[in-house]
């Protein structure tokens, strides 16, 4: 049923909706509206989950891991700071192979500080072992929850997941969502059966100490598990384009890309920008298209060869910097492309949520075409 909703509760009744057992979270700007409207829905028994109510995001994830551990569906939220302090716990969750599924409504890390959006925060964390999903809209940001779960608690993963939507943008915007009804998520998200859990009749341990004889083996399961959920995400993503219409079998997403001579990457909201402006540039007879990337980990660097081995260039937006290098996502098409002959230009834009515009999309496509540009777009020359 369509419904004009605010991003953060339409994710907060996608996820009640997938029937977490185990809810612990702690309230961050602007992640907070998502944990507030499941704490309500738990108080009035619409929710039947245990809440818990913690001091700070360490222990929002740590109790997390308790709970998968011990057999149950977890579900938190966080973002920018509240997830760096989490940071040590993100990387044991993926290692003890616990499917836990966490919004990141994304925001800019500081110092300085900023409540405003960018991709830092998830992009930092992007070698935790934990499948990444992008949302480009609040659509999106609501149905990838249910893939998430789908996905990760499949006992040939077993890996935990973020699904990312950008703060503020997507998170307080209000915008029609095609919600699901409670039978219908039932019927694509089955029951929750953990693989294994532990069990005083059948003890087993999870995390525990490494020598150096065994420590790679684990890295390597969790690489190979990682991989292999690119073809589960695409079964997964067509059996809910075929039950509900909406397909999310692709990791990548093209559009007007078919004769495109050049290609915009894009990741997160910045799409529904760029799309805008691609069509204005159609217009006037420029061929340019746009590749979204929706799943970021695993990496989809054959899918993103192959759709654009036709253009002629291709420049990647970051909403992010791996400083004293280029932007993270930049780097990674750069890596599936080559040997390919494309020149990549990537631009690092819209930090600490400076707008980004359709007029810049068309500056840095002229640019790009002209073989000129920065890696930082857009800087106030006069405060440098």
């Not at 907070?32 to 619409?46: F, K, P, S, Y």
């Amino acid at each position: 049923m369509m419904q004009m909703l605010e991003g953060s509760l339409a994710v907060a009744e996608a996820v009640k909706m997938s029937r977490p057992q185990v809810v612990s979270a702690y309230p961050i700007t602007p992640q907070t509206h998502i944990v507030e409207a499941l704490a309500e829905m738990v108080a009035n028994c619409e929710l039947d989950a245990e809440y818990i109510t913690v001091e700070n995001e360490l222990s929002a994830l740590s109790a997390c891991v308790g709970a998968s551990a011990a057999g149950s569906r977890t579900y938190s939220a966080t973002t920018s700071q509240g997830l760096m302090l989490m940071a040590e716990v993100v990387f044991n969750a993926a290692g003890m192979r616990l499917p836990i599924i966490m919004s990141i409504a994304n925001r800019a890390m500081g110092a300085p500080l900023s409540i405003w959006n960018d991709m830092q925060d998830s992009i930092s964390l992007r070698d935790a072992g934990w499948l990444q999903f992008y949302a480009e809209d609040n659509q999106e940001a609501t149905d990838l929850h249910y893939l998430a779960y789908k996905v990760a608690e499949d006992h040939t993963i077993q890996l935990p997941a973020f699904v990312c939507f950008d703060g503020f943008i997507l998170s307080h915007t209000y915008e029609p969502v095609d919600m699901l009804t409670q039978e219908e998520v039932d019927r694509f998200l089955p029951k929750f059966t953990p693989y294994q859990r532990l069990d005083a009749a059948d003890p087993i341990s999870f995390g525990m100490y490494a020598t150096p004889e065994y420590y790679p083996e684990f890295r390597y399961e969790m690489d190979k598990a990682l991989r292999r959920s690119r073809d589960l995400i695409a079964k997964a993503g067509k059996e809910f384009g075929t039950l509900f219409g909406r397909d999310y079998s692709a990791l990548v997403e093209g559009y007007r890309l078919d004769d495109a001579e050049t290609a915009i990457v894009t990741m997160g909201s910045l799409g529904g920008t760029v799309k805008d402006a691609i069509d204005e540039m159609r217009a006037e007879g420029k061929r340019v298209g746009q590749l979204k990337i929706r799943v970021y980990r695993p990496f989809p660097a054959e899918e993103i060869a192959k759709i654009l081995s036709h253009v002629k260039c291709v420049v990647v937006l970051d909403k992010n910097i791996s400083l004293g290098s280029k932007g993270a996502v930049g780097l990674e098409v750069r890596d599936a492309l080559y040997g390919s002959g494309i020149p990549v230009r990537n631009v690092v834009l819209g930090l600490g949520g400076r707008d980004v515009r359709k007029r810049n999309i068309r500056e840095i496509v002229t640019q790009t075409e002209k073989g000129v540009g920065e890696l930082f777009y857009g800087l106030r020359t006069e405060v440098l």
